[in-house]
Every structure is written in structure tokens, then in C-alpha cells.
């Protein structure tokens, strides 16, 4: 039960992107096509699990014993970086097909602060282990929620008689606001 | 000697990390055709799709195994042929260079409306909406959507028409597939004549509709009965032929509606 509730707190109730505002560069640039958000929100999906599991287990292993926390953000940068690398690596050999399904998703993904915080959070709120991975999981799901709903709204408005003066980027802001406060009326559901 | 510790750390976390993709690089490498990307370097780079491949990387790789000809690459013709050849140690074929021409000749003050189309200005959208209120259901539309999908801008619209930079001109086909009255095909370069006419309405519901339409006189067959002939009123061109002499045909259609392009 506390996992579940864990989930869905990440999931919808402080979504990723709709009510905590991280990684909004990739939800503006790559939800212009529904086929480009899925891509991406599946390489989240799966980088954000590796990268939390293993930012946790340097944290609580290698700079907690040392009294190094204040090393985080380095680390977890240095971290990131590398374990992406090293995924993209391994699939282009074991998986190709799925490395030309999200392959040129995962450069970006290293640089996107939705990692980065996820690995934070699940330190701040003092998760164990199973708890951070579920936390994570959350997160990346609300992540791709988010941002394939905000796809489809936009393929429907490349269609739509817009005002000259609110074209491209000015309706897609208008739009995540709304669907931002939308996702407010998440706010206190299960009793969170 | 915490400053020292945290150096420490954090420099071994990077050693471990550098030695750890290092590593991997050399276990996962992938073995690649070195031909792949020389052949890759020479392509345009379009990414058009031209050749059947799914881009140029595709392409070069499928040209290495030896799975599409040397000459597959429509866009860079008989130049980048050579080179590929030259690279697979293979004798190049020679490409006959083809661009796009415009099978209709109405300009849009030629063109008679039956209504006053509003909708969304592509001819995908008018075309949708009874033919954007065209009288001749074959003729252009003139929204430019072939236009706008040349990837090479060889295409300039000119009062409502496409009309096509054969120096530009790669053939990479994108054009007469976005077309949705189907009136662009690919002619041969060195053979510039065009019927510029898709409509197999009669010869006397044509006139009416156009001033430049094909009525399926014959006159062009009877001059020049190698090239042409009238198939569901309206003239054809086997450009097989090439090297016939057609001026006699341009001169003589009387609506005009063969076009020769100098």
C-alpha cells in the first residue's frame, strides 16, 4: 500500500512535468509528433530506472560512508553521463532493433534534469531501495502520461485555425498550462 | 585531508567510470563495412528515400552487401554512381538523369470555378472538398504542396503552377507522390517535351472547361505517330523514343497544350 501510494504521488499527484515544472525543454521539443514523444518517453522510462538504482547505490555506499553528500550533484552528473553511454553501447550491440527505436532519444536524455531529479528526490525523501526504483518508476510514468497527452493536443492544433500571434510556441504554453492545472485536481486524491 | 577524500572519491568514481566504458567499447563494437562510410560521404545526404532505402545510411550499407545496385541513388545520378562504383570495384551503370514534369498547364486565372474553396490551403484539403471547387476534376490545384515537400527547391509556384528547375531537379519522386490529382510524373531530361494535360474528359466537355486542355484532336499522332498516341481522350508520350524530332507536334496542338521547355 505505501508503494502504491508512493506510485501514484510521483505518478500523478507531483507530476514530473505538469506540477513540478522539470524537463520542460524535452516536453516542448519533442511533443510535436505523437511517434517522436513515445520514443522519448519510453527511453525515460528506461534510463531513469537504471540511472536512480545506480545513483542510489553510490550515494548510500560510496559518498554517505565518507560523509560526502555535498558531492551529489557531481556525482550523480558523472554517473548519468556514463551509464548512458554505457546503455547506448550495449544495445547498439545486444538490441538493435530497439537502439534505432530510441537511439538518437538517449543522447538527449542524459543532459535532461528529470534524471537528475529523480535521483535527488529519492534521496531527499529518504527512500530505501525498493521504494526509490517504485519512486522512479512513477515519476517516468507520469513523465510519459504527460507527454504523449501533450503530443496528441498538439497534432490536433497544427490543424486549427490559430491567431497569427499565438502560433508554435505561445498556444503550446497556454495548453501545458492548462493541462497543468488540470493535474491540480490530482491534488489530495488517496487521501495523499 | 576531507578535501583530500573527496578528490579521492570523486576521482576514483571517474577512473572506474572511464575504465568501465572504455571497456565496454572495445566488448561491444560492432564490426562495420569500412566501405559503408566512404560510400555514406558521398551520397547527398537527403535522406530522401528515393532509391527504395530507408535513407542514405541505410543505402550505403545495402550498397555494400551488395543488395541494391551502384546506381540506385536517383538524387546524386550518374556522378555519385560512378564513385560508388569505383569504391565496390564494379563497372557503374550508366543513370539516365530524370525530373519532374507537370502534366497540366492552366494557370490560375485559366482555371473556371464552380464555387470558392476557403478551407485549409494545401491541396490535400481542397482536393478532399470536391476538388477545392475546381471545374476540371484533373487539373492542378495550385496550393503547392509539391512545393513545399521539395526537398531540393526546385519547385517554384508560378501564378497557381509548379514549375520545375530541371537543373535541381533530382527525381527523388516526392513531388508526384504527394500530389493528390497524380499530375506530376518523371520524363527523361534530355527529351523536354511534356503533354501538359491529365484530363480524360471529352474533347468538346474539355473545351469548355479549359483553354489549354488536350480535346484529343489526333493532330499531334498524325506529325509525330512514334511518340504519340490518344488513350482515353487525352495524348500520351512514350518517352522510350527519345532523340524524335516533335516540334512539328508542339507547333501545330491547337490549345498549346504540348509543351516543349527549352
Redesign the interface.
Known amino acids: 500500500m505505501e508503494l502504491f501510494g508512493i506510485f501514484f504521488a510521483a505518478f500523478l499527484i507531483n507530476n514530473i512535468l505538469l506540477i513540478r515544472f522539470i524537463a520542460l525543454c524535452s516536453f516542448f521539443g519533442v511533443s510535436t509528433k505523437i511517434d517522436t514523444s513515445v520514443g522519448m518517453s519510453l527511453a525515460v522510462i528506461f534510463v531513469m530506472t537504471i540511472s536512480s538504482a545506480v545513483s542510489w547505490v553510490?550515494f548510500h555506499f560510496?559518498?554517505a560512508p565518507?560523509h560526502?553528500e555535498f558531492?551529489r550533484t557531481?556525482?550523480f552528473i558523472?554517473?548519468i553521463a556514463?551509464l548512458v553511454?554505457?546503455e547506448e553501447?550495449?544495445m547498439?550491440?545486444?538490441i538493435p532493433a530497439l537502439y534505432r527505436a530510441m537511439g538518437i532519444y538517449l543522447p538527449l536524455i542524459t543532459t535532461n534534469c528529470a534524471i537528475l531529479a529523480v535521483a535527488f528526490l529519492a534521496i531527499d525523501y529518504r527512500f530505501n531501495f525498493v521504494q526509490s526504483m517504485v519512486y522512479s518508476i512513477g515519476v517516468s510514468a507520469g513523465y510519459s502520461l504527460a507527454i504523449v497527452l501533450f503530443a496528441y493536443i498538439r497534432e490536433r492544433m497544427a490543424?486549427a485555425p490559430i491567431p497569427k500571434w499565438f502560433q508554435g510556441y505561445p498556444i503550446a504554453f497556454i495548453t501545458a498550462a492548462l493541462m497543468s492545472l488540470a493535474f491540480l485536481g490530482f491534488t489530495n486524491m488517496f487521501g495523499l | 585531508m576531507f578535501v583530500l577524500i573527496s578528490i579521492l572519491v570523486l576521482g576514483i568514481l571517474g577512473f572506474v567510470f572511464a575504465g568501465l566504458l572504455g571497456l565496454a567499447a572495445d566488448y561491444f563494437k560492432i564490426e562495420e563495412d569500412p566501405r559503408v562510410a566512404t560510400i555514406l560521404a558521398i551520397l547527398p545526404g537527403a535522406n530522401c528515400g528515393a532509391c527504395g532505402a530507408g535513407g542514405c545510411h541505410d543505402f550505403a550499407d545495402r550498397v555494400a552487401k551488395g543488395e541494391i545496385a551502384v546506381s540506385g541513388c536517383t538524387v546524386g545520378g550518374a556522378e555519385v554512381a560512378r564513385k560508388i562504383a569505383e569504391i565496390m570495384g564494379v563497372e557503374g551503370h550508366e543513370v539516365h538523369k530524370k525530373v519532374a514534369a507537370v502534366h497540366c498547364g492552366a494557370r490560375e486565372n485559366q482555371r473556371k470555378k464552380k464555387a470558392s474553396y476557403s478551407g485549409i490551403k494545401t491541396c490535400m484539403g481542397a482536393d478532399i472538398v470536391d476538388g477545392g471547387g475546381l471545374m476540371c476534376s484533373y487539373g492542378c490545384l495550385g496550393y503547392g504542396d509539391c512545393f513545399c515537400v521539395c526537398p531540393f527547391n526546385a519547385i517554384t509556384m508560378k501564378e497557381g503552377l509548379p514549375y520545375i528547375d530541371p537543373e535541381k531537379c533530382t527525381a527523388c519522386g516526392k513531388c508526384v507522390a504527394v500530389c493528390p490529382r497524380k499530375i506530376i510524373s518523371l520524363r527523361p531530361y534530355d527529351f523536354p517535351v511534356v503533354v501538359a494535360c491529365s484530363s480524360h474528359d471529352r474533347g468538346a466537355e474539355t473545351r469548355k472547361l479549359c483553354p489549354v486542355g488536350c480535346i484529343a484532336c489526333n493532330i499531334c499522332v498524325k506529325l509525330a505517330p512514334e511518340v504519340f498516341k490518344v488513350e482515353n481522350n487525352l495524348a500520351v508520350m512514350d518517352y522510350s523514343k527519345a532523340g524524335i524530332n516533335c516540334d512539328p507536334a508542339v507547333e501545330k496542338c491547337p490549345t498549346k497544350c504540348i509543351v516543349k521547355f527549352v
Open positions: 553510490i560510496v559518498l565518507f560526502l558531492l557531481a556525482t558523472l554517473t556514463s553511454q554505457l553501447l550495449y547498439k550491440k545486444t490543424l
